[in-house]
């Protein structure tokens, strides 16, 4: 297992509200990766703030719950990540209710576990995750947006969509109540897949399929992880953007 993990600020925007990062843990029973990437809101400040406590702190319950001396609690991982998401929702909401300098602030949060042959995701928000299998590009998560659910009710186009007034409307997010629900996903992955997490700095200006044909490149993934935030950069570079790339070998 390999992986890049990568942010930028983008070519507008005077800060950066997105975080990301991963771990390889290598232990007698294989090595387990786990993944984490969120884009923050609330304004100057806030967003990076709970971006960055999102990430930091569901990286740090996972290790902590799912690695054990003697095993690795694999079995438990559905509810292990709900009780993570949990977590980290509170101590968002406990910091954006603290201080007026905090208060509103939220973050969509997408984390990924690889071990063995198998792909877990979680997701809060409209951050993505996404399989490249069998030259199969498939977004395994589902956007919770204003936009997603317009799409689904029929009212507008995927294409629309990029363009929608409200494109950046979120309808569940970490941090901005005191109880949040999480969508959880397993699916069995192949030596040689590609599992991509990424912001809507890249997935709100960049069309799958160029996504998908930049990650099909037979390219060691820093170079692929790069030309996946210059092309976002190029095409709009309006917003943050940042990736997660992974490769199972």
Avoid: W
């Avoid at 609330?42 to 967003?47: I, L, R, V």
């Avoid at 186009?157 to 929608?164: I, P």
């Avoid at 030309?227 to 997660?244: C, R, W």
């Amino acid at each position: 297992m390999i992986y890049s993990c990568a942010s930028h600020i983008g070519n507008v925007r005077k800060n950066n509200e997105d975080y990301c990062k991963g771990e390889i843990i290598d232990t007698d029973y294989g090595s387990i990766g786990i993944f984490a990437l969120a884009d923050g809101m609330g304004g100057h400040k806030k967003g990076e703030v709970a971006s960055k406590l999102a990430v930091e702190n569901i990286i740090c319950f996972l290790k902590e719950n799912l690695l054990q001396s003697t095993n690795i609690k694999i079995d438990y991982v559905d509810d292990i990540v709900k009780q993570a998401y949990n977590n980290v929702n509170s101590i968002i909401h406990e910091k954006s209710i603290s201080s007026v300098d905090y208060e509103g602030m939220g973050t969509t949060l997408t984390t990924a576990i690889l071990y063995k042959n198998n792909l877990y995701v979680a997701n809060v928000g409209d951050s993505r995750c996404y399989l490249l299998k069998d030259n199969n590009f498939e977004q395994i998560t589902r956007d919770h947006s204003v936009v997603q659910e317009l799409i689904e009710a029929n009212i507008i186009t995927k294409s629309e969509a990029k363009n929608h007034p409200r494109r950046n409307h979120i309808t569940r997010a970490m941090g901005t109540d005191e109880l949040v629900i999480v969508d959880i996903f397993k699916i069995e992955i192949n030596r040689g897949d590609k599992v991509l997490l990424a912001t809507d700095g890249l997935t709100g200006f960049v069309d799958d399929e160029v996504i998908k044909e930049i990650i099909l490149k037979d390219e060691d993934i820093m170079i692929l992880t790069e030309e996946l935030i210059n092309t976002a950069n190029n095409i709009s570079g309006k917003d943050n953007v940042s990736v997660i790339l992974i490769e199972d070998k």
